[in-house]
């Protein structure tokens, strides 16, 4: 068992996982400086905690910008999909401001929602790098889709609250200087694509969806695996965060992400842009979040849930481009 003093520290080290390598930046790519290009890129926002201690973190070698606050003895648990870590900040201020008893006590993962699951599935334990602990999640957030399947194998409460949904979008880097212009692009030879990993990411289903609709299978199979076996095409495992990670390095020429993730990007003032899908060939997906079985907060758990619903997260949600969630059967929320 970890001592409790001293354990938070350590939260700030971890390696950042790193894709494999791509080929050389295109002569008219500017890497951006390296201060821009690794998280965390909110600063101590998104550490909700009273006191920070030692400060030691290190681009690229000891760096954990998806682990948020501390472990031990928290008085909520968050497990929510990444692709909205940046929202995670200004959405538990605002809680903890209706709910001041938790204040310094939340901590969440934002980790691709497969991971998650796994996590749940193992009691709670990760490890990441040398470093394993376990913290038993009160919340899972996720795509609705994924939330049916957790609730179906029984990890989940019902209902199911669906609180925004979200499009897709082509990432690039500001400027857009391998002239992107739309889906058909990412089966272009030599061009350098970045694709969430079907194996842990919901939003690659949304993806290969949206190849469909511009070009059919034919278009979906020359992205997705095709150019995956050249390795013109690397399948990411922290797709949020790496995609902006190696356009602001110049090893990559597009990647195909929430639109969210590079309002965000281009809100900070990263040297990030990104080029809008067709109304007909994109794909809006819809985001719940449930109580978790067994979760040891499950009234924090069921006000976290119904304040994702609620003006206030909305209007938060909005900042970056999220919309409301989209009508649901009842059926698709569990509360049949």
Known sequence: ???????????????????????????????????????????????????????????????????????????????????????????????????PDLRGRIYYETLPPGRLLQQIRAGGRITVGNMSWIVHADVYAAGLKKLQIALDEGLLLAPLQPYASNTLTLMVAAGNPANVTGLHDLARPGLRVLLPNPRWEGVARQVQQSLVHAGGRVLERSVYDDKVRSGEAILTEIHHRQTPMKLMQGRADVGV?????????????????????????????????????????????????????????????????????LPQPPSATGSH
């Open 1 to 99: 068992m970890f001592a409790n003093k001293g354990l938070a520290c350590l939260f700030a080290l971890v390696c950042l996982p790193v894709m494999a390598a791509t080929p050389s930046p295109t002569a008219a790519t500017i890497p951006a400086p390296a201060s821009m290009v690794f998280p965390p890129w909110q600063g101590a926002a998104n550490d909700p905690v009273p006191e920070r201690g030692l400060e030691f973190s290190v681009d690229e070698v000891d760096n954990m910008p998806d682990f948020h606050g501390d472990p031990i003895d928290p008085g909520l648990s968050i497990f929510v999909g990444g692709n909205y870590f940046f929202a995670m900040a200004p959405l538990v201020a605002a809680f903890t401001d209706l709910h």
């Open 257 to 325: 992400t929430w639109r969210s993730e590079a309002i965000f990007q281009e809100s900070i003032g990263h040297p990030i842009s990104h080029v809008d899908i067709p109304e007909a060939d994109n794909v809006r997906a819809t985001y719940a979040a449930a109580v978790v079985h067994g979760a040891p907060h499950p009234a924090a758990a069921r006000a976290w849930v119904e304040f994702l619903a609620s003006p206030q997260a909305q209007k938060i949600l909005a900042r970056y481009g999220f919309g409301p969630a």
